[in-house]
């Protein structure tokens, strides 16, 4: 998958959202598979990556979006709320797992363009979901907390990935 199908499935996020308005369970489930996303990309990044800079940041994703995702899990836990399987995390699913596909055909400096490029568009795509979505939509005022809460670090990402893509080019 290319970075801009990634970014299609990703801004239909918010479409989809909006016309089947999520329910606390749905947004739920797609805090945790966007975070899987990434962190399934930074896994791979971690072994393949050429740059030591592209593998810290690599290993900062993995490590961020799973410290998210943990405690995604435990709020759930806590609310006695299944993260309920819904299109836009399906949507979000496929196009990770079609970006890793592609991403493992590649080495060395082209992988670490893809990838740093990917994020970029990943993590801006996040963004908008998190804010034409995720934070109207949630009901539940923890939920919601804890979505307000991670915002800054996804941007932090976004903004880390583009310092490094000016450099690739």
């Not at 918010?14 to 489930?29: E, R």
């Not at 800079?53 to 979006?65: G, I, L, P, R, S």
């Not at 979505?133 to 990402?157: Q, S, Y």
Request: proline letters at 4%; zero cysteines; glycine letters at 6%.
């Amino acid at each position: 998958m290319n970075v801009k199908l990634l970014l299609a499935a990703v801004l239909a996020a918010p479409a989809i959202a909006l016309a089947q308005a999520p329910n606390d369970a749905q947004i739920a489930h797609i805090v945790v598979t966007a975070n899987q996303v990434d962190i399934d990309a930074g896994k791979l990044a971690q072994g393949k990556a050429k740059s030591k800079e592209v593998k810290d940041f690599a290993n900062q994703m993995v490590t961020d979006h799973g410290a998210v995702n943990k405690q995604a899990k435990d709020l759930a836990a806590k609310l006695k709320v299944k993260p309920e399987d819904n299109p836009t995390s399906q949507s979000l699913k496929k196009g990770g797992d079609e970006n890793v596909k592609k991403l493992k055909g590649l080495k060395g400096d082209a992988f670490d363009k893809a990838y740093v490029d990917q994020e970029v568009v990943y993590h801006q795509a996040v963004l908008d979901a998190i804010d034409k979505t995720l934070i109207p939509g949630a009901k539940n005022a923890e939920l919601k907390d804890l979505i307000v809460k991670v915002r800054p670090a996804i941007d932090g990402h976004l903004q880390h990935a583009k310092m490094m893509q000016s450099k690739m080019k």
